[in-house]
Nanobody, 125 residues
Framework: QVQLVESGGGLVQAGGSLRLACAAS????????MCWFRQAPGKEREFVAA????????SYGDSVKGRFTISRDNAKNTVYLQMNSLKPEDTGIYYC??????????????????WGQGTQVTVSS
């Protein structure tokens, strides 16, 4: 089993930055894909970014390309999401997810086995 704990959410003004962290425990996630999803009130869950912890392969959702950066620290079993130039439409609960995955990283939530509790990000205009 893998336990995931997100941190770093909060309230920020439009144009500002936040850095989220997702710490995994229970087992090493070096052979896993880890992903960030978000969900705004009344909206469907949206893919944000994903990384393969072994190969480093990265992908981003179209709405965050050029503004968000996902990174990994295998020694700490942790994934980060640096969010810059935040917009009000980035508001939502951000969830970390993990799945044992050989190559690349899936972008569909149904592929992921482990989920964190989420952290709230609120961007004011």
């Amino acid at each position: 089993q893998v336990q995931l704990v997100e941190s770093g959410g909060g309230l920020v003004q439009a144009g500002g930055s936040l850095r989220l962290a997702c710490a995994a425990s229970g087992r090493t996630v070096s052979g896993y894909a880890m992903c960030w999803f978000r969900q705004a009130p009344g909206k469907e869950r949206e893919f944000v970014a994903a990384v393969n912890m072994y190969s480093g392969t990265i992908s981003y959702g179209d709405s965050v390309k050029g503004r968000f950066t996902i990174s990994r620290d295998n020694a700490k079993n942790t994934v980060y999401l640096q969010m810059n130039s935040l917009k009000p439409e980035d508001t939502g609960i951000y969830y970390c997810a993990a799945v044992q995955w050989r190559l690349g990283a899936p972008t569909a939530g149904r592929e992921y086995d482990y989920w964190g509790q989420g952290t709230q990000v609120t961007v004011s205009s």
